[in-house]
């Protein structure tokens, strides 16, 4: 998967749940905690997509404070893309 690879326990804070990766212009956020309180790259007009982890993927990874992560959230554009895995695809365009 790339995001949450490797061995050790990923603690996860607040000012590090935002992967950004450049090949898709695109950032991550590992768990919702802190999701809606990043005033700089969360986007109210981009479809908000959530991609469920398996189980022994959460075992991994966890807030500092405590907590599981569950999922892994990122955004699309809004009418020309829709969530599909942890990317985003092109909408039909309807003209054509």
Known sequence: ??????????KVKMFNDRVY??????SYWLG?????????????DRDTCA????????????????????EIF??????AQYCCGLDCCQTANPYG
């Open 1 to 10: 998967m790339g995001l949450v690879d490797g061995y050790a326990i990923r």
């Open 21 to 26: 990766l450049s090949k898709y212009r695109r």
């Open 32 to 44: 919702d905690k802190y999701y809606k309180l990043d005033h700089t790259y969360y986007f109210v």
């Open 51 to 70: 991609f469920r982890l398996n189980f022994t993927t959460t075992l991994n990874l966890e807030y500092e404070d405590g907590g599981f992560i569950h």
């Open 74 to 79: 990122y955004q699309c554009l809004r009418f």
